[in-house]
């Protein structure tokens, strides 16, 4: 126990963490150290440290019993956390006050409530890389996982069929096990979770044969993901049922997956905005002209006015991603960059004298007129 980080250090919130505050953190954390996305040494030890701490604080009644007794509030071993992991004991806090509280001291009463309903499973997380342009227009992604199904023969009861469940004898049904101890201060009664059924309140007699009473097959499954078109890195697809097996019935957990979409050699994205660099001449700078701009759509026409400086910026209206219905269009936004030649030919060079000689005859070098304001 000395070893354990806090739980609310693992996840990185304060104890005032609302439910939607702690699955957010649960979130981050197992997608930074999951083991297939981090290969440090250690990732597999914090990814069990991160579930461990999100188990109990997701819990109403672990992280109420961890918030009062700390560790031994969810240890299985202890005295106050035995029945949390299903070994027996008390299931939540109020099994705990109630044996010694709910009656008199003739006899005293723990909790009814169930424990063996139906529980979905937790979600999984994964990442996807695509390319930016497949985030532009979408696409449909093949993947390959390994998920626990329902097995198809039992429809998930483990039982060769309807007639070989029965009734669990031990706890009539209810998953639980009332136990007493006699005592100087009169009779004190608690619930366990029952040890023959484990909870479910129900025993198969006769195995399915498919599933060998597990209730879930193995699988390797091939699913097709539909990326949607316009999608940001980092914005995450859900596929329902995909996740983690739930237990005594309940359905699989989702598969929460995170697209990052991979850098373009040219052009860059800002919400529904995309930008690009376009390199033109000193004379087509100086004389203004129209070139033909990629787009993400193929090329277009874009006006370049004359006297246009290195380093402005150029509207292509309705050229960027298209918007849903809770945005719009974007735009493209083109900065242009004016190439001066570093090697002229024996022509140029002489059109470059004459022009200077012209500019020197009209007015003042623009180096000139920089001086002239010093003095």
């Not at 994964?126 to 993947?143: N, P, S, T, V, W």
């Not at 006006?303 to 380093?311: F, H, K, L, R």
Request: glycine share 12%; charged share 30%.
């Amino acid at each position: 126990m000395s070893n354990k980080r806090d739980y609310y250090e693992v996840l990185g919130i304060s104890k005032s963490a609302d439910e939607a505050a702690i699955k957010k953190a649960y979130r981050q954390m197992a997608k930074k150290y999951h083991p297939d996305v981090n290969k440090e040494p250690d990732a597999a030890d914090k990814f069990k440290e991160i579930n461990e701490a999100y188990e109990v604080l997701s819990d109403p009644q672990k992280k109420a019993a961890y918030d009062q007794y700390g560790f031994a509030g969810v240890d299985p071993n202890s005295g106050f956390g035995s029945g949390f992991q299903g070994t027996g004991g008390f299931d939540d806090l109020s099994d705990l006050f109630g044996s010694f509280f709910g009656g008199g001291f003739g006899g005293f009463s723990g909790s009814s409530r169930q424990s063996n309903g139906p529980r979905k499973g937790q979600d999984r997380y994964m990442q996807l890389r695509i390319d930016f342009m497949d985030a532009i227009f979408g696409k449909k992604e093949d993947i390959v996982i390994d998920v626990d199904e329902q097995c198809s023969s039992c429809g998930g009861t483990g039982a060769y069929s309807k007639d070989d469940i029965k009734v669990c004898t031990r706890c009539n049904g209810t998953g639980r096990v009332t136990t007493q101890q006699r005592t100087a201060f009169g009779v004190f009664q608690s619930q366990s979770v029952c040890s023959e059924c484990h909870g479910t309140g129900k025993k198969v007699t006769r195995k399915c044969t498919k599933c060998n009473g597990q209730g879930y097959e193995h699988k390797r499954v091939n699913l097709t993901v539909s990326i949607p078109a316009g999608i940001l890195s980092g914005q995450q697809i859900r596929v329902s049922g995909k996740g983690e097996r739930g237990s005594n019935g309940g359905p699989n957990g989702d598969l929460i997956i995170e697209v990052l979409v991979l850098k373009h050699e040219y052009f860059r994205r800002e919400n529904n905005n995309i930008y690009i660099d376009v390199p033109i001449s000193d004379v087509d700078a100086a004389l203004g002209c129209k070139v033909d701009v990629p787009t993400v759509y193929g090329d277009a026409e874009l006006t370049i006015p004359a006297g246009i400086q290195s380093g402005q910026k150029l509207r292509m209206r309705s050229k960027g991603v298209k918007g849903s219905r809770d945005s719009l269009d974007g735009d493209q936004i083109v900065t242009v960059t004016v190439e001066i030649p570093k090697k002229l030919s024996k022509e140029e060079k002489e059109l470059y004298e004459k022009l200077k000689k012209i500019q020197s005859k009209q007015n003042e070098s623009v180096f000139g007129k920089f001086k002239k304001a010093f003095k």
